[in-house]
């Protein structure tokens, strides 16, 4: 399977996000039809898996970035929504990485 577009982003925060907020995120990767990745240093959850998602989010550390990575066809409309849905809870977000399709598919290997 080709991958659309893939894009890494180093999020941080600075409160707990709340259940609704999690879950909002949970929708959103349905309604745009990507997979979403979270990473914080030993923690991995892939967001396609509500029970997962929830617990990276028990575990999470507020003073360290979360990276999140997206691919799909709507990376960049996914990442938007769930940034406006974190809003109130978010200090900084910066993208780290953007591939194309082309760029994803033609390397064995890519840095997120």
Known sequence: MAVAELNSYEILLHQPLKTNQIMRMYKCISKHGCDIYLHQNHL?????????????????????????????????????????????????????????????NSNTSILV
Request: hydrophobic residues 45%; aromatic residues 10%; proline residues 3%.
């Open 44 to 104: 991995i959850a892939d967001g396609g898996h509500l029970p997962k998602l929830l617990s990276f989010f028990l575990f999470v550390d507020l003073r360290e970035p979360i990276l999140m990575i997206i691919d799909g066809d709507n990376v960049g409309a996914a990442f938007e929504e769930i940034q406006n849905c974190w809003a109130e809870n978010i200090i900084s977000t910066t993208c780290r990485r953007k591939y194309s399709g082309i760029m994803a």
